[in-house]
């Protein structure tokens, strides 16, 4: 039997293939073809990936394998990554699950994927999202919607939605996604991933899509929390393309992880996060997590983020606004699909071009952010926005002079029905309550896989913050939580 035919790509973490590759279990060749037997076995009914660049794929892994025979050993050499169609890889589709960018090529590489490719991970494809990452359920994709591969009658959560199934379904070792409200964590905690969102300016967004550009970020989808570290590590750092990526040292974030503990560890837990609302069973399996952290010598203490109810509003008045200025130059002239109205004229290029190529959900966030902009409106909405944003920050500045992390559930429910949303779209906005104010201050999170709702058919995960580039605090507090958890499972 083919060693590709032995490969379990729904048990094997990026740790896992990293360290059997080294062992010469099985090439790199032989990695990426179980993936994409993977793909071609199980995608039919999940709906994770928009196209699959096989070819492309096993010459990168060829690639892999002449380097490792002559001598290289990279944490991530010959590793085949999911990523999100958000992302620009030269000569591949760049959708944004959108029609006014069918038929576009990127004709470069973001600065994420030229750092994957130098350490010697592989593009392999290109998975669902919500249109131009504006949605929380991969339903708003103009092409098809995902399904979570968990729970096929549920959402796998967006707008990475295609990120965390592929991982969750066992089509992709590990994918990259965008957080620009909670789209990592909300994702990865409806599908049972590990999902990162890195501090804002850890990572740089040169070419990838813009939503919202003081929001954005990237981040790994994961089985586990060292993969995530591994990826983080591979991506983060300066670029002189990204003005507002910093130029911070990039730690060994998986070598912080070798003596994780929760003792001695100080969680802070907020009054606001366990409110009327939230799903009696995801409350129930977060507090879990947190007492067995308490349990294992942790401090526990509860702790006020009083302008949370505040945040929502703040984030859907910033980010479209913000959304309405970045989306602009899809106009049908300069890239993407051209429509012409019946006159032949340049306006009707405009109107129809935007018409026919965007969504209903990114309409209603353009018409949004563009009436918050607007002339009357700009001082009531967008700059008392801004204001409320500072205070929303300042509460995690007084919360963490108090603890190291804080503790809480990711959203509100588990994975709801698809569907359930389609006539409530406020709805769904309210459930990234919990999601958006790491944005907004600009913090890094993490969600960690905690337990079950419904009967244990639905995964709930556990958030954790930390302070901005605080990621190996954060990471270790995350791994040591994973340990926990399944230790006591």
């Given at each position: 039997m083919p060693a590709s035919e032995k490969?379990?790509?729904?048990?094997?973490?990026?740790?896992?293939?990293?360290?059997?590759?080294?062992?010469?279990?099985?090439?790199?060749?032989?990695?990426?073809?179980?993936?994409?037997?993977?793909?071609?076995?199980?995608?039919?009914?999940?709906?994770?990936?928009?196209?699959?660049?096989?070819?492309?794929?096993?010459?990168?892994?060829?690639?892999?394998?002449r380097r490792r025979r002559a001598g290289e050993?990279?944490?991530?050499?010959?590793?085949?990554?999911?990523?999100?169609?958000?992302?620009?890889?030269?000569?591949?589709?760049?959708?944004?699950?959108?029609?006014?960018l069918e038929g576009y090529v990127a004709p470069y590489d973001a600065t994420v994927v030229t750092r994957l490719r130098e350490a010697g991970a592989i593009p392999c494809g290109r998975v669902n999202m919500d249109e131009f990452a504006m949605g929380t359920s991969t339903e708003h994709s103009a092409f098809h919607p995902t399904r979570n591969p968990v729970a096929p009658d549920r959402v796998p959560g967006g707008s990475s939605g295609g990120s965390a199934a592929a991982v969750a379904g066992?089509?992709?070792?590990?994918?990259?996604?965008?957080?620009?409200?909670?789209?990592?964590?909300?994702?990865?905690?409806?599908?049972?991933?590990?999902?990162?969102?890195?501090?804002?300016?850890?990572?740089?967004?040169?070419g990838v899509t813009a939503f919202a550009s003081s929001l954005d970020q990237v981040g790994p989808i994961t089985r586990t929390v060292e993969d995530a570290a591994l990826l983080l590590r591979a991506i983060a750092g300066a670029d002189p393309h990204d003005q507002t990526c910093l130029d911070r040292p990039v730690p060994d974030y998986a070598?912080?992880?070798?003596?994780?503990?929760?003792?001695?560890?100080?969680?802070?837990?907020?009054?606001?996060?366990?409110?009327?609302?939230?799903?009696?069973?995801?409350?129930?399996?977060?507090?879990?997590?947190?007492?067995?952290?308490?349990?294992?010598?942790?401090e526990v203490r509860e702790i006020s983020l009083p302008h949370t109810e505040y945040a929502i509003a703040v984030y859907y008045i910033?980010?479209?606004?913000?959304?309405?200025?970045?989306?602009?130059r899809f106009d049908g002239v300069r890239y993407g699909a051209r429509r012409l109205g019946p006159d032949a004229s340049l306006r009707s290029l405009y109107d129809r071009s935007r018409t026919d190529g965007f969504g209903p959900e990114v309409k209603?966030?353009?018409?949004?952010?563009?009436?918050?902009?607007?002339?009357?409106?700009?001082?009531?909405y967008y700059r008392r926005a801004l204001k409320v944003r500072t205070l929303v920050r300042r509460d995690f500045d007084e919360a963490f002079a108090a603890c190291d992390v804080i503790m809480g559930p990711v959203a509100p429910t588990a994975a709801p029905r698809l569907g359930a949303a389609a006539d409530d779209p406020l709805k769904a906005y309210l459930g990234d309550a919990f999601t958006v104010p790491a944005n907004l201050a600009g913090l890094c999170g993490i969600?960690?896989?905690?337990?079950?709702?419904?009967?244990?058919?639905?995964?709930?995960?556990?958030?954790?913050?930390?302070?901005?580039?605080?990621?190996?605090?954060?990471?270790?507090?995350?791994?040591?939580?994973?340990?926990?958890?399944a230790a006591r499972a």
């Open positions: 490969i379990d790509i729904a048990r094997l973490g990026v740790a896992d293939a990293r360290d059997a590759l080294r062992r010469g279990d099985f090439s790199s060749v032989e990695l990426v073809q179980s993936v994409l037997d993977a793909i071609a076995a199980k995608d039919g009914d999940i709906g994770a990936y928009l196209t699959v660049d096989a070819e492309g794929a096993l010459a990168g892994a060829a690639e892999a394998d050993s990279g944490d991530l050499l010959g590793i085949p990554v999911a990523m999100k169609d958000i992302f620009n890889v030269k000569g591949q589709p760049c959708t944004c699950a959108s029609r006014i066992g089509m992709a070792l590990c994918s990259l996604g965008t957080d620009t409200g909670g789209s990592i964590r909300q994702p990865a905690s409806f599908c049972g991933c590990v999902g990162l969102k890195p501090s804002y300016g850890r990572v740089s967004r040169y070598g912080t992880l070798r003596h994780a503990s929760p003792a001695g560890l100080r969680i802070g837990v907020p009054k606001e996060y366990f409110v009327q609302g939230v799903d009696p069973e995801v409350a129930a399996a977060v507090r879990a997590a947190i007492d067995k952290a308490a349990d294992a010598g942790a910033c980010a479209t606004a913000e959304a309405s200025a970045n989306l602009a209603r966030r353009i018409l949004l952010g563009t009436w918050v902009l607007s002339s009357g409106y700009r001082d009531a969600s960690v896989p905690c337990g079950f709702a419904e009967g244990g058919r639905l995964p709930v995960g556990l958030q954790i913050l930390a302070p901005a580039f605080g990621e190996p605090a954060l990471l270790s507090a995350a791994a040591a939580m994973e340990t926990l958890l």
